[in-house]
C-alpha cells in the first residue's frame, strides 16, 4: 500500500517510476559532486594564504570550465530524454480506462466491456470503516490487473483537473475537450493512492483517486460481475 504523504519519493509500483528514480538519484548526486567540488574550492580560497593576482590569461581553465559545464548537461539531458520518450510510448495496450474529471468527483468507463461503467465519490468521515484514510478512500476503486499493459485516457466535463498516482509515476492533466492518454503497467498487486493536482475548486481536496492492482483472474471475476 502506497500512502501520498510519504516524505520522498514513494516507492516503486511500476517500470516507469523505478526509471524516475534512478535519474532522480543519478541527477542529485551530480548536484552532491557540484556542490562538494564548490564548497571545496570556496573553503580552499578562504583558507589558503598563497595569492597571486598578476594572472590575466588562462586559457585552460576556461576551457574546463567551458566543456564541463556542457557534459555535466548531457550527462542528465540524456537520461531524461529517455524517459520522457518511455512514458509516452503506447504498446498495444490490453485494457482500455476512461476517466472523466467532476467538480469534485471522478468517472471510470471500461471500453472494453459493456456497461462497465461507475462514479467514484470520497467516502465522509463518518462512514469510514477501520483501517481506512480519511480524506483519501472512495466508495468506488478502479481495479485493473497486474503484469498487462493498460490505457489510461483522461478528459474533463467542466474544469481542469489532474489525475495522479504518485507511486505508478502517474500524472496526466484532464482537459475538457481534449483526450490525453497514458500507460500503465502495474508489477505487483497492490491498493495504490492518489489525488487530484490540479486545483479545481473549492471541493478540490475532495477528489481521491484508489487503484487496486489485482491478478487477472480476480479482475476477470470482478469484471464480469458488474456487467
Not at 550527462?75 to 474529471?101: C, F, Q, W
Not at 474544469?159 to 505508478?168: D, Q, T
Not at 479545481?200 to 481536496?205: D, F, L, Q, V
Request: overall charge negative; glycine content about 4%.
Amino acid at each position: 500500500m502506497a500512502y501520498p504523504f510519504e516524505f520522498g519519493l514513494q516507492d516503486a509500483s511500476s517500470p516507469i517510476m523505478e526509471e524516475l528514480l534512478y535519474f532522480h538519484d543519478h541527477t542529485l548526486m551530480i548536484v552532491f559532486l557540484i556542490s562538494s567540488l564548490v564548497l571545496y574550492i570556496i573553503s580552499l580560497m578562504l583558507t589558503t594564504k598563497l595569492t597571486h593576482t598578476s594572472t590575466m590569461d588562462a586559457q585552460e581553465v576556461e576551457t574546463i570550465w567551458t566543456i564541463l559545464p556542457a557534459v555535466i548537461l548531457i550527462l542528465i539531458a540524456l537520461p531524461s530524454l529517455r524517459i520522457l520518450y518511455m512514458m509516452d510510448e503506447m504498446n498495444n495496450p490490453s485494457l482500455t480506462v476512461k476517466t472523466m474529471g467532476h467538480q469534485w468527483y471522478w468517472s471510470y468507463e471500461y471500453s472494453d466491456y459493456e456497461d462497465l461503467c461507475f462514479d467514484s465519490y470520497m467516502v465522509p468521515t463518518s462512514d469510514l470503516n477501520p483501517g481506512q484514510l480519511r480524506l483519501l478512500e472512495v466508495d468506488n476503486r478502479v481495479i485493473i490487473p497486474t503484469e498487462l499493459t493498460v490505457r489510461i485516457l483522461i478528459s474533463s466535463e467542466d474544469v481542469l483537473h489532474s489525475w495522479a498516482i504518485p507511486s505508478l509515476g502517474l500524472k496526466t492533466d484532464a482537459i475538457p475537450g481534449r483526450l490525453n492518454q497514458m500507460t500503465l503497467l502495474a508489477t505487483r498487486p497492490g491498493l495504490y493512492y492518489g489525488q487530484c493536482s490540479e486545483i479545481c475548486g473549492a471541493n478540490h481536496s475532495f477528489m481521491p483517486i484508489v487503484l487496486e492492482t489485482v491478478p487477472l483472474e480476480a479482475f476477470e471475476k470482478w469484471s464480469y460481475s458488474l456487467t
